[in-house]
């Protein structure tokens, strides 16, 4: 059991590396964003700390509540819909309540990659640590 789950985790961050096992993910609707804009949220999420990336990380922070609110949203909408019409035809001339409930569901998330970047969170201890000219470049100039 416990190594079935750890060959899981490695299988995930694997596909952080790999263009292709991304491009497979992306395939299957797992990923939407490219294997570089990914790496480039996952930079900004774990060295979130680092002043150039204050502001990209609380974009994407309140990018994940918008999609949090929009599902909120969906499943109101869904209780309302069967309250008020049950498994009759939609307006809209849909399915109804089972059309709207299948939109609850995870895959209709706007931003999923942010919300699963989470998985890929190290502490802080195993975190690789930036070099001087990464830092010197990630430096928020004064001068402006």
Not at 64 to 69: K, L, S
Request: charged share 25%; aromatic share 10%.
């Amino acid at each position: 059991q416990r190594h079935m789950e750890c060959e899981k985790i490695e299988s995930s961050f694997a596909t952080l590396l790999s263009p292709d096992q991304h491009e497979a993910c992306m395939e299957r609707g797992e990923r939407r964003l490219s294997h570089k804009a990914l790496q480039g949220a996952m930079m900004i999420t774990l060295y979130c700390e680092e002043p150039r990336f204050h502001l990209p990380f609380e974009i994407m922070r309140l990018l994940t509540e918008v999609d949090a609110q929009i599902m909120r949203w969906r499943h109101n909408h869904v209780t309302m819909v069967q309250r008020m019409i049950g498994s009759k035809i939609g307006t809209g001339g849909s399915s109804g309540y089972q059309y709207l409930r299948a939109t609850v569901s995870y895959r209709y998330k706007v931003f999923l990659d942010f919300n699963n970047l989470t998985t890929f969170i190290l502490p802080v201890k195993y975190r690789p640590v930036l070099d001087e000219i990464t830092l010197h470049r990630l430096a928020v100039s004064d001068s402006a």
